[in-house]
């Protein structure tokens, strides 16, 4: 469809207000192939194109010239032309970058308002975190959460090591939030077999009963070293960082730089990719400042507190300091349900994560 085009059916009116098409009324380039960012390597940008279709292929393409100054991150897709062939060292010319359906950011800290363009049009936000070894930090997966909600992503708060230790305390930690929770643990003291790499052998279940819930979706992980993020996206795409394997997907030797890629994922039963299910891994990101975000937005993460703040006086801001804030009236009047006040607990904990308040870092 798409290919029937040639560059002389596009009309480009003149601009009066400089040299930019009017993408609004006609898009530029309307031949071009449109890929999906599965990584971005200093200033190159490697696309899947028709992707699951009997041409997939990888491109490598760099920006056009007056995309110089637009971020192009892992999950953008972006319209591609020029050498779109995907033969080894060609480069394809990287012309638009679609709208973006929901984009994971942050500022460098709390503080810094400068946005960093992490993630596009991802549906989910797996954090991970170990039972033990490294301890778990409720402050860490507060921010996390503030940063799923405020990006538009669900939320997966993924446990691992539980064979090291019961995550019951950290469990009652997030009863009374409203999103999945997934347990994994390694069985045998990972006793690696023959052929086995040498990572810990994953529970099967646990990694089936993760890759349910990531079948179809765009996934992101992030957490801190040593949580098992690599140990576990080795399991759900049949490739090994450790030994470079992760070409299958790249079409290049070991990921080596510090930004996201994406991996697909592999359907535990079959070893065949799922198809539209990306797992991205982000090995620069270890935490999220949360300057950018709005605390009106964190609430509305929580639709069961959110009516409460019609009778809050101008602009309160429902924190602990907060004494006529509505949201107290709201739950102790029971409209929140039973839950309600750990809900408002909860809330208030992720204020303090974006207010940077000593109670949150635990
Ligand atoms: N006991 C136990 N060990 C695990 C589990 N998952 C991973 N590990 C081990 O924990 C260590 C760290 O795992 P990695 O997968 O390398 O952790 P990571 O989060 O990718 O860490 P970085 O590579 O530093 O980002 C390895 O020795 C794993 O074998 C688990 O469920 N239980
Ligand atoms: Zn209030």
Redesign the pocket.
């Known amino acids: 469809m798409a290919r029937d085009w040639d560059e002389s059916d596009v009309r480009i009116r003149p601009n009066k207000k400089g040299s930019k098409p009017r993408t609004k009324d006609r898009p530029a380039h309307a031949d071009a192939l449109i890929g999906r960012i599965i990584t971005v390597d200093r200033g190159r940008y490697t696309a899947i194109v028709d992707e699951a279709g009997p041409d997939e292929r990888l491109l490598v393409a760099a920006r056009a010239r007056e995309l110089r100054r637009s971020p192009v991150v892992v999950g953008d897709f972006v319209a591609l032309v020029g050498d779109t062939s995907g033969e080894p060292d060609t480069l394809a010319r990287l012309v638009r970058i679609e709208d973006r359906r929901t984009l994971l950011r942050r500022s460098a800290d709390d503080t810094d308002p400068v946005e960093r363009v992490l993630v596009a049009n991802a549906d989910q936000l797996v954090i991970v975190v170990a039972a033990a070894n490294p301890e778990p930090r409720t402050g860490f997966i507060d921010r996390a959460l503030v940063a799923a909600y405020d990006a538009g992503l669900d939320p997966l708060l993924l446990i691992?090591?539980t064979?090291?230790k019961d995550p019951a305390e950290l469990l009652a930690h997030y009863e009374q939030l409203d999103f999945t929770i997934v347990l994994?643990?390694?069985v045998g003291q990972?006793s690696a077999q023959p052929g086995e790499h040498r990572?810990?052998h994953?529970e099967s279940d646990a990694v089936e009963r993760l890759s349910e819930h990531l079948a179809g979706k765009v996934s992101v992980l992030v957490?801190h070293?040593?949580?098992?993020?690599?140990?576990m996206v080795n399991a759900l795409t049949g490739s090994n960082r450790a030994t470079g394997g992760v070409n299958a997907v790249t079409g290049r030797g070991r990921h080596t730089s510090s930004s996201a890629l994406a991996l697909k994922l592999v359907d535990v039963q079959t070893g065949e990719p799922s198809p539209g299910s990306w797992i991205i891994d982000t090995?620069g990101i270890r935490s999220f400042g949360l300057a950018l975000v709005d605390p009106n937005r964190i609430l509305r993460a929580f639709p069961d507190l959110e009516p409460g703040i019609e009778d809050c006086p101008r602009g309160c801001k429902h924190d602990d300091d907060a004494p006529e804030c509505g949201l107290d009236g709201w739950v102790s009047a029971g409209h929140a349900g039973d839950s309600g006040p750990a809900r408002l607990a909860s809330f208030r904990r992720l204020l303090a994560a974006v207010s940077g308040s000593p109670t949150a870092t635990n």
């Open positions: 691992t090591k064979d090291v994994s643990r390694t990972g990572t810990a994953l957490g070293s040593g949580v098992g993020k690599s140990t090995p």
